[in-house]
Antibody, heavy 124, light 109 residues
Framework: EVQLLESGGGMAPPGGSLTLSCAASGFTFSTYVMAWVRQTPGKGLEWVSGLGGSVAGSFYADSVRGRFTISRDNSDSKLFLQMDSLRDEDTAVYYC?????????????????WGRGTLVTVSS | AIRLTQSPSSISASPGDRVTITCRASQHISNFLAWYQQKPGKAPQLLIYSASTLRSGVPSRFSGSGSGTDFTLTITSLQSEDFATYYCQLSYNYPPEVSFGGGTKVEIK
């Protein structure tokens, strides 16, 4: 079955850290650009970060650049998001998402497969 | 940053109705726009990409149009399973600028 499954969400204090994981199955993970998208009731959907397949190329939203780090383990079909210096406004459901992009550069960042999401709550 | 403005924010409609949702970009984005459907408690699902290309498996009652700054999502003959929230999303330039509209909730009248 083609699917993405996130884990690692939970509660962290402001200034704290969390690492999210996304396990992919049912497709050739290493081929595609992958991304993290978050959703809050107040701000809606927000793209957070993206990472190329087997070729280097990581991208971040201005709101998280310098605090979050995206990485992947193609041998294990997993995507990660290391979140440091967390802020209250990082509270959200975080989705792992797949694009159809196999070769960068590309401007076609459409997300054709999403996980179920994992909730991150930043609170003291 | 390019802003996407969706309207209306909500629609009350009946099964069988035709529904149109608009998305306006604050600057020209060619056809780099997608539409998603999201149901409560679920992740968004891609319906249309490149403004007007229907994703495989999506019913033909969904269609997208537009280019430049103005885009529309149309649902002809609304079905019960179509009551959901719809989002537009732009993806422009490289490094990519990716952002979503504020959403349109389609509710049962």
């Amino acid at each position: 079955e083609v699917q993405l499954l996130e884990s690692g969400g939970g509660m962290a204090p402001p200034g704290g850290s969390l690492t999210l994981s996304c396990a992919a199955s049912g497709f050739t993970f290493s081929t595609y650009v992958m991304a993290w998208v978050r959703q809050t009731p107040g701000k809606g959907l927000e793209w957070v970060s993206g990472l190329g397949g087997s070729v280097a190329g990581s991208f971040y939203a201005d709101s998280v650049r310098g605090r979050f780090t995206i990485s992947r383990d193609n041998s294990d079909s997993k995507l990660f998001l290391q979140m440091d210096s967390l802020r209250d406004e990082d509270t959200a459901v975080y989705y792992c998402a797949k694009t159809e992009i196999a070769i960068l550069p590309s401007a076609h960042w459409y997300f054709d497969l999403w996980g179920r999401g994992t909730l991150v709550t930043v609170s003291s | 940053a390019i802003r996407l403005t969706q309207s209306p924010s909500s629609i009350s409609a009946s099964p069988g109705d035709r529904v149109t949702i608009t998305c306006r970009a604050s600057q020209h984005i060619s056809n780099f726009l997608a539409w998603y459907q999201q149901k409560p408690g679920k992740a968004p699902q891609l319906l249309i990409y490149s403004a007007s290309t229907l994703r495989s498996g999506v019913p033909s009652r969904f269609s997208g149009s537009g280019s430049g700054t103005d885009f529309t999502l149309t649902i002809t003959s609304l079905q019960s399973e179509d009551f959901a929230t719809y989002y537009c999303q732009l993806s422009y330039n490289y490094p990519p600028e990716v952002s979503f509209g504020g959403g349109t909730k389609v509710e049962i009248k």
